[in-house]
T-cell receptor
Framework: GAVVSQHPSWVICKSGTSVKIECRSL??????MFWYRQFPKQSLMLMAT?????????EQGVEKDKFLINHASLTLSTLTVTSAHPEDSSFYIC???????????????FGPGTRLTVL | GEDVEQSLFLSVREGDSSVINCTYT??????LYWYKQEPGAGLQLLTY?????DMKQDQRLTVLLNKKDKHLSLRIADTQTGDSAIYFC?????????FGKGTSLLVTP
């Protein structure tokens, strides 16, 4: 089946530093990847949609200068949290859509998530 | 965007059936999904239903869709302790998935 990986799985950083999270589709090409944020005991909130070769589309209320997204290839999207602060601590999950297998289901395949803790 | 509501917690005994309910507001959702999330992990797609279907059965899982009432349910037959997790329903609206807050299912021996 379609597998999506994320790296790192967890990261602890100091306030003011930047953190890059990678999302890779391992066995399929993903023209579209999605970045979600999940707070404890909360739902997943879509942050942005990342399209290969074009600028990401951010959801309302998400600062694009704070959360930089780069989808440079059909198998890799990165999310960089710039000048991270404690309120950015969260679980970040990516998903990818495979036009070949998603088909009519429009299925998104999810990565295992990255736990970010900003001290 | 779409509002998706779920009950937050459900506890059942091992071997019983579990029913997790979900209501949504966007009648244009083409697909509705059920995802499972285990602690510290990403989401695993359990099953989905197309909006023109009323029911879908997949082994121990039965999905019921009432479009008139915008109500979706997931029934897990013969619930096992390994089914303990958070279950999210989600509706597809355009390209975006709108998730409910998740129902924590606890299965006790």
């Amino acid at each position: 089946g379609a597998v999506v990986s994320q790296h790192p799985s967890w990261v602890i950083c100091k306030s003011g530093t930047s953190v890059k999270i990678e999302c890779r589709s391992l066995d399929f090409q993903a023209t579209t990847m999605f970045w979600y944020r999940q707070f404890p005991k909360q739902s997943l909130m879509l942050m942005a949609t990342s399209n290969e070769g074009s600028k990401a589309t951010y959801e309302q209320g998400v600062e694009k200068d704070k959360f930089l997204i780069n989808h440079a290839s059909l198998t890799l999207s990165t999310l960089t949290v710039t000048s991270a602060h404690p309120e950015d601590s969260s679980f970040y999950i990516c998903s990818a859509r495979d036009l070949g297998t998603s088909g009519a289901r429009n299925e998104q395949f999810f990565g295992p998530g990255t736990r970010l803790t900003v001290l | 965007g779409e509002d998706v509501e779920q009950s937050l917690f459900l506890s059942v005994r091992e071997g019983d059936s579990s029913v997790i309910n979900c209501t949504y507001t966007d009648s244009s959702s083409t697909y509705l999904y059920w995802y499972k999330q285990e602690p510290g992990a990403g989401l695993q797609l359990l099953t989905y239903i197309f909006s023109n279907m009323d029911m879908k059965q997949d082994q121990r899982l039965t999905v019921l869709l009432n479009k008139k009432d915008k109500h979706l349910s997931l029934r897990i037959a013969d619930t096992q302790t390994g089914d303990s997790a958070i279950y999210f329903c989600a509706g597809l609206s355009g390209y975006a998935l709108n998730f409910g807050k998740g129902t924590s299912l606890l299965v006790t021996p």
